[in-house]
């Protein structure tokens, strides 16, 4: 990554949530590593481009990880952020 542009703590937390969800789907270290790293590099160019930093961040980390998972040939699905409540019958009276 070229000195001039650093990454936000908020874009590093960020890039950490995306590869622990690599990590809990059973991702290799070394495979997370290398996605993380593509991932970094596509966001410092992005940035070097006129990207914002919200541009990124508004991107729900696990939905991130599931899709660049996806295009790397491994299927990853992304935890909604909650699941619906089921409706329950009414009680017998």
Sequence with gaps: MPAETQLSERLLTWLET?????AQAGRS???GRRLA???EDSIVE???S???EEDF????????AADI???DGFLLTAPE?????????ARPR
Aim: avoid cysteine.
């Design 29 to 31: 270290k070394v495979v």
């Design 37 to 39: 790293g593509e991932l």
């Design 57 to 64: 961040l508004s991107d729900r980390p696990a939905r991130v």
């Design 69 to 71: 998972a996806t295009a």
């Design 46 to 48: 992005g940035l070097q």
């Design 81 to 89: 952020r909650e699941a619906p409540t089921p409706a329950r019958s």
């Design 50 to 52: 006129g990207g914002q």
């Design 18 to 22: 995306v590869d622990g969800a690599w």
